[in-house]
């Protein structure tokens, strides 16, 4: 589960990027087919993406998965688990819409998270 302290920071990396782009909150929250309001809510840490919707940011930006999500495997006490999901959100880059909703209902259905 993430803490209001990782949704502020996922938040703020990804207005990093869209600010990069020179593109307005608008002008994003049409890109991933979400209300405005709710996007900058996400921006702020108060809500959060999907996965789905994280991916096509991700996608749209060309960037790993992992440079919007900061997971820092230490906390975890597993150093493995980075080179995991690493390797992960390269394979989901290059995944069409329909696949990535294919591996959303799959996660969904592992008693891992």
């Known amino acids: 589960m993430l803490d209001e302290k990782m949704l502020k920071a996922i938040g703020q990396r990804l207005k990093k990027y869209r600010v990069q782009a020179g593109m307005t ?3 994003l929250s049409e890109i991933l ?8 809510q996400v921006e702020r840490g108060v809500k959060k993406l999907s996965l789905e919707k994280l991916m096509l940011f991700c996608t749209y930006f060309q960037i790993p998965l992992d440079d919007v999500i900061k997971i820092d495997v230490r906390d975890e006490g597993n150093p493995i688990k980075l ?15 329909e696949q990535l909703i294919r591996i959303k209902s799959l996660v969904k259905n592992i008693d891992l998270l």
């Open 33 to 40: 087919e979400i209300d405005e309001q709710y996007y900058g």
């Open 83 to 97: 080179a995991y999901i690493s390797e992960i959100s390269q394979l989901l880059i290059n995944c069409s819409k």
């Open 25 to 27: 909150q608008k002008q």
